[in-house]
């Protein structure tokens, strides 16, 4: 999730129309065989003067009925990127404007959708904005001076830290190498001092167009481009090394998937690719600090939103079959999203956005609400939940630091900054706040549970996460601003609520051999 001050947030319900397959979740009972599909016939002209767009077309069946399908698509106009055979997902590029409407008819296809309301050739505002705050020279010398033995030089400036027992859990171990985490995001710069130690190449990729491009370097942001990938990778996992940072889990591998353009906006195809790749080069945590473009929240009434989720949905569900466990950012809007009705006025952000009232029950943020995907609140240095983070009673799972404005919760010295501090391109280090820093605070913690326990299920490291949680009650009431006025009203009791879910993340109990 992008950080504070972004325009960027996230969103819980549940689809109860995602139905999945036999083997992986596409094949319903009844459905037609290969044998039975039939193609979309040819239009005597198929319209190839539209703009370019990307799609995502979700098929049932196996390989057969990708097959036919391909066939219905080139008849309509459409040109294959790249075909997920293993959950029936088909990425394609298609001038046509009917294409969507056309390929829904064809046997086989279960839903079908544009990834995007802008061409493919134009991009727009850099939507993974937000505040960021440079750590000055005389931090960093002040830290350095207080710093002890055992701690990098920046990591007095790392309140988040000891407030989930990191630093103590650090005392008995630094996480195992054999354990990844997969930074999906911006991109991740490994020639980063802190990182490249422990960087996984094996396990990066470039996903942006919706096919993997492994040139060495491709994973990384180019100039100019977000370094957001870059900080939530230095949370997870910056080494111990005796120069700046220390990370949750500083002694487990990160990779970085890029899947963002170059102006920040996260499409379907990219993600897919991204939850694929995951699955299928031994990622066993996945950190999704972000929200699918161009919808805040993905209404299933709608044909295009539909497929979409449904294309995440089946990659989430793959990754998790694989042994992966997804972490998502709950989001930076404020949002009870437990609420009857959530005004949304910034999708399609790609294009013109607009208001528009969204029922959660039918419209939600992916991948955070998809199923089985751990959704993360932020709190900041004085364990509240943060002023911006995103809650509701039956959506958050759990919480961790993801920082705040000083004067709002204001950290013990020697730390001096409320947001977080992490790494940024070039080799350098910045604050930055929101949903998106905590979500790897709890990406970390699984890390380290997943190197304690190496043999557990994805099932198996959820349940010991939210069971080792610290538990938080309900903060009501809830004046963050201090302005007299309520701000947020927290629903539920202290082992489940709407602000913390199950609690604050807890490093030390996860490296603890019960």
Known sequence: MAHLGSRRGRVLALPAGLALTASLGFLPSGAASAAELSEVPAAATVAATGEKL???VNIEGGRWTASSVKKAIAAAGGEVVIAYDQIGVIVVHSQNPAFAETIRKARGVVSAGATRTAP???????????????????EATAAAATASGEQDPLEPLQWDLPAIKADKAHQKTLGSSRVTVGVIDTGVDDTHPDLAPNFDVKASANCVSGKPDTTPGSWRPNPGESDHGTHVAGTIAAAKNGVGITGVAPGVKVSGIKVSTPDGFFYTEAVVCGFVWAAEHGVDITNN???????????KTDEDQKALVEAV????RYAEKKGTVNVAAAGNSKFDLAADEIV????????????????????????????????????GAKDLKASYSNYGLGVIDIAAPGGDRTEYQTPDAPAVNGRILSTTVN?????????????PHAAGVLALLKSTHPYASPAALKALLYAQADERSCTNPYDIEGDGKI???CEGGKQKNGFYGAGLVDALDAVRKW
Not at 428 to 438: I, P
């Open 427 to 439: 080799g350098g280090y910045n604050y930055k706040a929101g949903t998106s820093m905590a979500s």
């Open 487 to 489: 701000d947020a009203v």
């Open 54 to 56: 990307s799609y995502v």
């Open 313 to 316: 949905t089946r990659a989430t």
């Open 344 to 379: 949304d006025n910034s999708s399609p952000n790609d294009t013109t956005p607009g208001d528009r009232v969204i029922d959660p029950s039918e419209c939600f943020d992916y991948p955070a609400q998809l199923p089985g995907v751990v959704t993360v609140s932020a709190t």
């Open 120 to 138: 493919l050739t134009v991009q727009g505002d850099d939507s993974v904005g937000g505040a960021t705050e440079e750590l000055t020279a005389a």
């Open 289 to 299: 600090s972000y929200y699918t473009d161009p919808w805040m929240f993905a209404c």
